[in-house]
C-alpha cells in the first residue's frame, strides 16, 4: 500500500512524479474505457460521440492533478462509458432513440431551389451550399445537385442528378 501512495500520492499535493504516474494510469484506464465504447465513437465525430470525448478528458484531468479521488471518479468515467454505449446499442436498434441522441439528416436543397426554413435550423448559408458542391463535384453549377443534405453528424451530402 505505501508502494501505491508514493507513486501515485493522494491528494492535491503531488510531485511532478506523482503526477506522471497518474497521467500514465489515466491514460491507459480512458484507453480501455473508449475500447468499450467502441471504435465509433471517434469514427462519426457526431455530437453524441463528442460527448463521451469531451465528458471522459474533462473527469480524468482531476485525477491527474489531484482533484478528485481515483477510484470514484475512475467509476465515474466507466459510468458514462456505458451509458454512451448503451444508448448507442439501443439507437442501433430503435429509430426513435436514434433520433433523440443522434438526431435526424435535413434536406437543405432539393427540386432546383435550397430549403430557406431548413438552412436558417441548421445554420447553413448558400454560401455554405456552393462550398459543398464545389467541395464534392468540383463544380459550382447547382443544376447538376438532385439534393443537399446535412447528416445527423453535421456533415454536408450533395448527390448529383
Known amino acids: ?4 501512495y508514493n507513486l501515485f500520492g493522494s491528494g ?4 511532478s512524479p506523482q503526477m506522471i504516474c497518474r497521467a500514465v494510469l489515466a491514460f491507459l484506464i480512458t484507453l480501455a474505457l473508449i475500447r468499450i465504447a467502441g471504435i465509433r465513437t471517434f469514427g462519426k465525430r457526431s ?9 471522459l478528458g474533462s473527469i480524468f484531468s482531476r485525477v491527474v492533478v489531484g482533484a478528485s479521488p481515483f477510484v470514484p471518479t475512475t467509476l465515474a468515467c466507466l459510468a458514462f462509458v456505458l451509458v454512451h454505449w448503451l444508448l448507442g446499442y439501443v439507437s442501433v436498434r430503435s429509430d426513435l432513440v436514434g433520433r433523440l441522441v443522434k438526431g435526424e439528416k435535413v434536406t437543405l436543397y432539393a427540386d432546383g431551389k435550397p430549403n430557406e426554413a431548413n438552412m436558417r435550423k441548421a445554420m447553413v448559408s448558400e454560401k455554405d451550399l456552393k462550398e459543398s458542391v464545389r467541395l464534392r463535384l468540383n463544380s459550382d453549377d447547382l443544376s447538376q445537385v438532385e439534393r443537399i443534405v446535412i447528416e445527423r453528424n453535421g456533415d454536408i451530402s450533395v448527390i448529383r442528378k
Open 47 to 55: 455530437a453524441f460521440d463528442n460527448v463521451i470525448v469531451i465528458m
Open 1 to 4: 500500500m505505501e508502494l501505491i
Open 12 to 15: 492535491k499535493d503531488l510531485t
